[in-house]
């Protein structure tokens, strides 16, 4: 089931001008910095109240967020929800025709279970569910 918007992802091309803007410029929390090997990103997250900015950019120049930074620039790159049972959801997303970018669900920041559903499925936009890691909030 999903129980909220867990983050909103921004691909950003330069990370420590960013963090800065949101740490100094805009005053929110820097919770820290964390590579994510298996995105190819370095991430960087805010918190909000009831929700989290993500700042996400290549870890060593390449993967997803390289390739979206060199045809956009940088932008909003996803919505994230929260789910209590990424798995359940999956199926049933799955049953209704939803196309996922990944078979299963993988390890994201902060040790939660990641996936992303195709931007196709979703009128262009690109959503990723995510189950924190047991202990997490
Ligand atoms: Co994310």
């Known amino acids: ?29 820097h919770e820290g910095n964390e590579v994510v ?3 190819q990103t370095m991430t960087a997250f805010f918190s909000v109240p009831k929700t989290h900015i993500e700042l996400v950019h290549p870890l060593d120049g390449g993967g997803p967020i390289a390739t979206y930074l060199e045809k956009k620039g940088g932008g909003i790159h996803h919505l994230c929800f929260r789910t209590d049972d990424i798995d359940a959801d999956v199926a049933r997303l799955r049953a209704k025709g939803y196309q996922f970018t990944s078979d299963g669900p993988t390890r994201g920041a902060h040790g939660a279970r990641v996936i992303f559903i195709h931007p196709k499925s979703c009128d262009g936009v690109l959503i990723e569910l995510s189950q924190p890691a047991e202990g997490t909030k």
């Open 1 to 29: 089931m999903i129980t909220a918007l867990d983050h909103i992802a921004i691909a950003v091309p330069d990370l420590e001008k960013a963090v800065t803007r949101f740490l100094t410029d805009f005053g929110l929390q």
């Open 37 to 39: 090997e298996a995105a």
